[in-house]
Structures are given as structure tokens and as C-alpha cells.
């Protein structure tokens, strides 16, 4: 998958695979609270979380009333702000299959950064995923059945942080490649020239890996820089 910023008009994705492509496509459902009253709590909580008087109560009452149904209704449209996006995928033929391309306009960024975290927020609760990743935690989850959603959630993680650093700055300046934060494909490879690309570079001799930016080399099955 490619990831790049075209100035002026948002942030094109191409290249994307059957795989990748449903991880967006599964963002709708992901961010849906409804079958998780803890989810909901999570998306929608009251302005007194523990009501202690019939102020308290008051205030979550108006909340509820007057500030939550907007809450929902921008949270809907922004859900919906995606999927009209994943519509007007284009796709083409490749070696390795069918790939796709999209653009997140300008315009839908913010959506689309709201959207991905509320996937993330629900996903955490629904999935029981840790507040804290301490080693013992993650060796846990690893272990478990949730480690799955965890990589999805993770994902959208990573999407989040192109959005912002591409599409949420300044959009006058010329058009660059996105460099992803988190790797979670070990065959990315990441090129200064054509931006974030998954598949590797012919003639790879499968030789050390140049340092990154801490002066640490990865590790070997790790991502390659090029």
C-alpha cells in the first residue's frame, strides 16, 4: 500500500490490497456502540460519571438531552463520511490480484480521524484490550483470541497518525509521501522518493538493514530502509 499527499485535494492511498481494504471497510462496524453498553458509556459519558446529588443528576440529564443526540448524529455522519469514500474505491488488476485507490479529501479528514478513533475506543472496550501495555499484558493479549482485533485497532492507529501529519497541517505546502510510525507488515518498505510501499525493492539482497533515526539497526524480519 502507497500513501501520499496530494496537495490541494487530500490524501490518496493506492496500491491497497483485498485485505487492506476490508481493514477499512470494517472501520463502520467497529466504531458501532450499540451491542457494548460499556462502549457506550466510553463514546458518550455524562458530564458527572458518579452522580453524587440531584445536581449531578441534573446535569447528565441535560447532557443527554440536549448535548448527546448531536453527539451521535456527528459521530453517524462521520462513520457515513467513510463509507461514501470506500465507494468510489477504483480498482485495478495486478499480478498479485485486484488493488485499489482511494482519496480522503481534504475536506473528510477530520471525519475520518474521528471515525478511526471511534473504532479504536469501542474496539478497546468490546476486545478488553489493556489500559496499560506493560510486557505481562501484551504477552497476554498476544496470546489470546483478541490479538487479532488488536493489529485491526493498531492499524487504525497508524492511519490516524498519517491523517494528522498529512491531511490536518498545512495543505500549501507540495506533495509528499507519508513515513507510517508503526509498522505492522514486516515486507514495508519505505521509500523516500515514491512513499510508503509494502512491497520490497527488486535486487534485495536481504543484507543489514540501514540504522533508523535512533541509530539502532531493526531487526532482521523487521521492516527494511531504503
Same mark, same amino acid.
Given at each position: 500500500?502507497?500513501?501520499?499527499?496530494?496537495?490541494?485535494?487530500?490524501?490518496?492511498?493506492?496500491?491497497?490490497?483485498?485485505?487492506?481494504?476490508?481493514?477499512?471497510?470494517?472501520?463502520? /462496524?467497529?466504531?458501532?456502540?450499540?451491542?457494548?453498553?460499556?462502549?457506550?458509556?466510553? /463514546?458518550?459519558?455524562?458530564?458527572?460519571?458518579?452522580?453524587?446529588?440531584?445536581?449531578?443528576?441534573?446535569?447528565?440529564?441535560?447532557?443527554?438531552? @440536549?448535548?448527546?443526540?448531536?453527539?451521535?448524529?456527528?459521530?453517524?455522519?462521520?462513520?457515513?463520511?467513510?463509507?461514501?469514500?470506500?465507494?468510489?474505491?477504483?480498482?485495478?488488476?495486478?499480478?498479485?490480484?485486484?488493488?485499489?485507490?482511494?482519496?480522503?479529501?481534504?475536506?473528510?479528514?477530520? #471525519?475520518? @480521524?474521528? #471515525?478511526?478513533?471511534?473504532?479504536?475506543?469501542?474496539?478497546?472496550?468490546? @476486545?478488553?484490550?489493556?489500559?496499560?501495555?506493560?510486557?505481562?499484558?501484551?504477552? #497476554?493479549?498476544?496470546?489470546?483470541?483478541?490479538?487479532?482485533?488488536?493489529?485491526?485497532?493498531?492499524? @487504525?492507529?497508524?492511519?490516524?497518525?498519517?491523517?494528522?501529519?498529512?491531511?490536518?497541517?498545512?495543505?500549501?505546502?507540495?506533495?509528499?509521501?507519508?513515513?507510517?510510525?508503526?509498522?505492522?507488515?514486516?515486507?514495508?518498505?519505505?521509500?523516500?522518493?515514491?512513499?510508503?510501499?509494502?512491497?520490497?525493492?527488486?535486487?534485495?539482497?536481504?543484507?543489514?538493514?540501514?540504522?533508523?533515526?535512533?541509530?539502532?539497526?531493526? #531487526?532482521?524480519?523487521?521492516?527494511?530502509?531504503?
Amino acid at each position: 500500500m502507497k500513501i501520499k499527499r496530494v496537495a490541494g485535494q487530500g490524501v490518496q492511498f493506492s496500491n491497497v490490497s483485498q485485505d487492506q481494504l476490508h481493514l477499512f471497510e470494517q472501520i463502520p /462496524l467497529h466504531a458501532d456502540p450499540t451491542a457494548s453498553p460499556e462502549a457506550e458509556a466510553r /463514546l458518550f459519558p455524562g458530564v458527572v460519571r458518579r452522580p453524587e446529588s440531584g445536581e449531578h443528576e441534573q446535569l447528565n440529564n441535560d447532557w443527554e438531552e @440536549y448535548v448527546e443526540p448531536e453527539l451521535r448524529s456527528r459521530f453517524s455522519g462521520d462513520v457515513d463520511c467513510v463509507t461514501a469514500t470506500l465507494k468510489k474505491a477504483r480498482v485495478s488488476s495486478s499480478p498479485d490480484g485486484p488493488v485499489f485507490e482511494f482519496t480522503i479529501l481534504q475536506a473528510d479528514a477530520d #471525519a475520518w @480521524y474521528s #471515525a478511526l478513533n471511534q473504532a479504536r475506543l469501542v474496539m478497546h472496550v468490546r @476486545y478488553h484490550f489493556p489500559d496499560e501495555e506493560t510486557p505481562e499484558e501484551m504477552l #497476554a493479549l498476544l496470546e489470546s483470541e483478541n490479538v487479532k482485533p488488536w493489529i485491526t485497532s493498531r492499524f @487504525y492507529m497508524q492511519m490516524q497518525s498519517i491523517l494528522l501529519d498529512l491531511a490536518m497541517n498545512d495543505w500549501q505546502q507540495a506533495d509528499e509521501p507519508a513515513q507510517p510510525e508503526l509498522n505492522l507488515f514486516p515486507e514495508e518498505v519505505w521509500d523516500e522518493e515514491d512513499g510508503w510501499d509494502e512491497d520490497e525493492e527488486e535486487g534485495d539482497d536481504g543484507g543489514d538493514d540501514e540504522p533508523g533515526e535512533d541509530g539502532e539497526k531493526p #531487526a532482521g524480519d523487521g521492516p527494511k530502509w531504503v
